[in-house]
Every structure is written in structure tokens, then in C-alpha cells.
């Protein structure tokens, strides 16, 4: 064990107090018989002497071996003793001066053993009490000398005075007594100190140990570097394990240091040399690892004062190269962030709970007209859109904030007289403790977008009038056609020459194709014509009218249907029956020949609880994965026209009708397996249910 390793070596007090208690307790008892055998020689004992002297023995027998018996028992043993010898003696000596063996010159030889070494025997016995004890034991002092040297002084004079232990009682009480419990005083101090200082070993190891344990769980790696030219220092197990370094292939040193560092960070080692009172230090390091891969470490020290009036260095190592990569992270994360931001084409922003601003980007500064982004910090909204919006604002801030749910909405804000429409989502801000402390904002000026769609809106509707108009006005002259035709095939039918009967049949059908296709046009153009407004209504209701209108077609055949439990949508009521029965009617016609037609209608409320979908799921005959984007198109049909009469156009009507109630629809099969056609209705932020 090294010298800064060793614990100071605390005798043990406690066990020589009990041997000090017992060998106390056996010399009290031993003198206690020598009184008896002395007073058995006195003349004029009586019977009181006797009983006083056996049970002065025995009061000094008891607590010996209690503290025999029991250890613990000790210091209540030691006190008890030395109260009873105080006591003891104090009788004894008033006996003595008061009593008639007073007057036998022989006894006065026996005081110093009657009197002074019992007291010394009760002074070593103390060391085992406390304060109170000794305070007591100077107060017997006091009342021995004020009881005794009325007496003693007149004998002192006398020729007798010093056969009589009148002489040596006074020295005793005036000299001996005070001596013998200043001595007391000191060796309680001492006992105090060496229990202090066996107590402050304790706490020291203790301390060394919790600093050891603490040590090698944190990973931290300790050196120091005394003020030596040749470079020597000293390195914990737990530095060179860090640097993956044997501790016995080579001594520690500034120099092996230097030498696994990497070139940039040189400089840094530098500290190593300054040995000035008073410098405190913390670096990272890149630091060269067996593998030859660099890793970051903090070098922290202090130069520190030595005993000997020197300095030296004392520090520790640190692996901070994951805090180091996390660091570097963040950094580039929030450069990211940032740069997103100042260049966003949307506007963003952050509140504090008082709606106040945290910051804003250029966007924010170019729509609400403020120069410098540092203008709005600390504003309320108030301050940028007058009294009235923001408090608007302020108000949504609150209800963001309290219910920590995400607001979307779209929104006109007139600024300086232009007028501009934004659509905009508001969240909450979390500190790191999880708790709201704010509100961010990020809002696109729709403006542009708005009046392209309205444009676009009005393209579509003088489009769709186009077709309607072109749709209906074509019809009249193919009903001519159709009329001519077959007035001149039952007139002039036998009269054609020949061949001709089948030209003209071909006009005919032409004409009737054309016919077709005119209507399945108009058709398409009406899908979406003259709503009824669109309101709340069934899914159940709906698919009672889908199938009402299919019952001729249903009438005969092998068909099951499996209706799930139906939400209430917003929409279109007849619009919506119509996307209803034009995908039940696309199940029916193209089931399988070989199997009973099966067709299982369901819809839920999506997820987000923020639109409902329904599906259609048949066994008929299915098509190819890759058209299934095909099946949507105007005049797409995807089976020949001898099995499946039509124009293609009923799945391109259910596309419009759900488009136009800003839904979609989808579809996907497996040949000779079934088809599934998935419709989804979304709910309008501003209907009421």
C-alpha cells in the first residue's frame, strides 16, 4: 500500500476503556478488603464500619463485571463506578475526620490508601463519562475541601500533624485532588481527539472509497504531472484503458501523450508545460486509438500547490467523442432547420404562451410589410394586424395551446388593401420537459393558387358546358341520319343495288354508336350539375337507393351481398347513390360465369377521423394490377364488347362525382379473383354534423 493509500492507526479506545473499567473495579475491590482487614484491627469498629467498607466492595465489584458481562454496558458501567467511588470516598474521608478512629494516630498513616488512591482510581474511571460526570466530580471537590479543612487546619499546627494524615489529608484536598482532575480533564481530551480523529479516518476512507467507485463508473481517466523536466506523469488504470494503452508496455509521459494526438490539435498540449499557480483548463482532443482511429476527448486540469511549496498538474480524461458527434449533429440539424426556414416560401413562426413572438422568417416580414425580423420579436399580433384579428389570433393561439391539438384552416387577412388568402396550421410548442410552452405557425399564401383554381373552375364549367351543349345539339342531327336511314332501308331496301344493304347497315349502326357515345358524354357532363347541396346523410340510406334502382338487374341471379355497418357521410346525396350504383352495377356485370356472384360493401371512419371509407369488394372476374389506373379513363373499356356491352364511361363518372367531392377513388384485382374499389369521403373542416 502506498503512503497516500494508509489510513491513520486509531488505538482502540473502546476496548481499553473496558479493561481500564475492570482492572479499576478489581483494585477498588481489592482496597476496599485491605479497609476491612484494617478496620477488623482498629480498635472501637462497630458493626457500621463493616457494612459501610463491604458495601463500598461490593458497589465497586458490580460494575466490573457488568462491563465484563456486557461490552456495550461499558460507559454506564464507568460512570457509575466513578460516582460511586466519589461517593465512597467522600463518607469515608467525613468518617474518618468526624468519627472517633480520627483520634488513633496509627490511622492517620493509612489516608493516602483510604483516600488519595481511590481518588486516582476514580479519576482514571471517569475517562469513561461525559461532562456531567466531571462537573459533579469537581463539585465533590469543592465540598470535600469545604467540609474538611475547618478540621484540618487547627491539627496542622501541631506536632501530631503529620502522624495524624492530617498533613497529608490537606495536601490530598488542597494539592493532589485539583492536580488529578486537571489531569482528567486532559486525558478526556485526549480520548475526544483520538475518537475525532479515528472518526475523520473513517469518513476519509469512506470518501476514498465513494471517490474510487465514483471514478471508475464515470469512465473517467486521472493524471497528474509534477513540475519535472523530463516529462514523467502519472496515469490511472482507467486513462490508459480509455486510450486502449497496456499500463505495463510503456511509462506514462507528456511526450506518449503528444505522440497520439492529432496534428491539429498540438497546440493544446502546450498547458502541459505551464505551470503557473492558478491555471485551470478544458480542451478537446482528437486522440489516436490503437486501431489508428481518431477519437475526441476532453482534457480538463488545474496546476495545484504540492506540500513542499511546488506545483504540479492534476486533471482527468474524458470520452466525449459521442457527445462530440451528438454536438456536431444538433448543429447540423438546427443549420438545417434554420435554412429552411429563412428560405421557406411559407410563413413561419413561434409564440410564447402570451401569443408573444419568438421569431419569424423573411416571409412572415415580407407579408405583414416589417423590415427587420428583430421588430416582431416580443410583439403581440395586435401590434402587426390591428385590435380586432389579432385577438382573433390570440384566441386560437390559447385553444392550440390548451388542447394540444393541431388546427388547420383557411383564412382572408387584408394587408395594406390587398387581400390575401392563407391556408395555415397551427401546433403546439413542447420544451424539453414535454410541456407546451408556446405555439408555431406555418401559413402559404394562397393567393395566386386561389385565383389560378378560379380560373380553372370557370375553364372547366364552360368546358363541361361545351360538352353538354355539343352533346345535345349533335343529337338532332344524328336522329336525322338514324330517321333517313331507316325510312330508306324499308323503302328502297329490295331496290338497292347490290351490297349497298350493308353499307347502309354499318350507317346505321355508326349512327347508333354515335348515339351512344353523345350520351354517355352528356351523362358525364350532368354528374356533377345541379347539386342539392351537400349535407349529412347515411351510407345506409344511400345503399338502399343504390339497390332500388338495380332490382331488375338483380332479379334471377345467384348473387350474396354483405352490407358492414354504415357511418353518415357529407356529400351529395344523389350524386353519391349514383357512385354507389354504378360500382355495384360494374360488380354485377362483370362477375364470373363458374360461381355465384359475392359482393361485400363496407365503410369506417378513417384513422384521422377526418373522412370515411367506403369499399366495394366482388368475385368476378378481376383485371390486370397495371390497369388499374385505366379503368378510370373516359371510353376505357377493358373486356371486349360481345361479352360486356357498354361505352366505358360508368368508373369515369364515380372518378368525377368523388373529385368533386374533393375525395378519391381507387382500385386494385386479381384476375379471375375479384376486384376492390376503395372510396374515400373526406369530412369538411367547416360542416356541422
Known sequence: ?????????????????????????????????????????LPHQGALEYATAVASGGACLVPGVLAFWRPRWTAACGTALAWVVALGVWIRIARVMYGPIFDDPAFGLFMPVFGFVPLIFMLVVLLTSGRTSRLINWALWLGLVLVCMPRLVPLLGTEQAAQSGALQLSYFLLIGLPVALALLELLTRLRFNLHRERALARALEGAREQLDLAVRGSGVGLWQRASREDGHMWWSDRMFALLGLDPQAGRASAERLLGLCHPDDAAVFEVLDALDDGVVFDHRVRLRLPDQQYRWFALKGQAVGTPTGGLRLAGALLDVHDQMQAEQALHEARELLNTIVQHAPAVIYAKDRQSRYLLVNPSWCELMGVNDPDQALGQPD????????????????????????????????????????????????????????GVVGIALDVS????????????????????????HDLNSPLRAIRGFGDLMQSRFGDALPE????????????????????????????????????????????????????????????????????????????????????????????????????????????????????TVRDNGIGFRPDQAERVFRVYQKLHPDSRYPGMGMGLAIVEKVVRSHNGRVTADSVPDEGSRFTVELPFPADADE
Open 1 to 41: 500500500m502506498s503512503s497516500d493509500e494508509e489510513s491513520l492507526e486509531i488505538p482502540a479506545v473502546d476496548s481499553l476503556t473496558r479493561r481500564v473499567v475492570m482492572f479499576a473495579s478489581a483494585g477498588l475491590t481489592l482496597i476496599c478488603g485491605l479497609l476491612i482487614y484494617t478496620i477488623s484491627q
Open 382 to 437: 395586435t401590434a402587426f394586424l390591428g385590435e380586432s384579428l389579432g385577438r382573433r389570433y390570440h384566441l386560437e393561439d390559447a385553444r392550440v395551446m390548451e388542447s394540444g391539438e393541431v388546427m388547420r384552416q383557411h383564412d382572408t387577412v387584408e394587408l395594406e388593401g390587398v387581400e390575401h388568402h392563407l391556408f395555415s396550421i397551427k401546433f403546439p410548442l413542447r420544451g424539453v420537459d414535454g410541456e407546451v410552452s
Open 448 to 471: 395566386e393558387m386561389r385565383a389560378a383554381h378560379d380560373r380553372l373552375e370557370a375553364l372547366n364549367q364552360e368546358l363541361e358546358q361545351f360538352i353538354y351543349i355539343v352533346s
Open 499 to 614: 351490297g349497298s344493304a350493308m353499307y347502309l347497315e354499318q350507317m346505321l349502326k355508326g349512327a347508333d354508336t354515335m348515339r351512344d357515345m353523345l350520351g354517355a358524354m352528356l351523362e358525364l357532363s350532368r354528374a356533377t350539375r345541379n347539386p342539392e347541396g351537400a349535407r349529412w346523410v347515411g351510407l345506409d340510406e344511400l345503399v338502399l337507393s343504390a339497390f332500388s334502382r338495380l332490382t331488375d338487374t338483380l332479379e334471377d341471379l345467384p348473387i350474396s351481398i354483405c352490407v358492414g355497418e354504415m357511418p353518415a357521410v357529407y356529400g351529395e346525396s344523389t350524386q353519391l347513390v349514383d357512385v354507389l350504383t354504378r360500382l355495384l352495377h360494374n360488380a354485377i356485370k362483370y362477375r364470373a360465369a363458374d360461381r355465384p356472384l359475392r359482393i361485400e360493401l363496407t365503410a369506417e371512419v378513417g384513422p384521422g377521423r377526418d373522412r370515411v371509407v367506403v
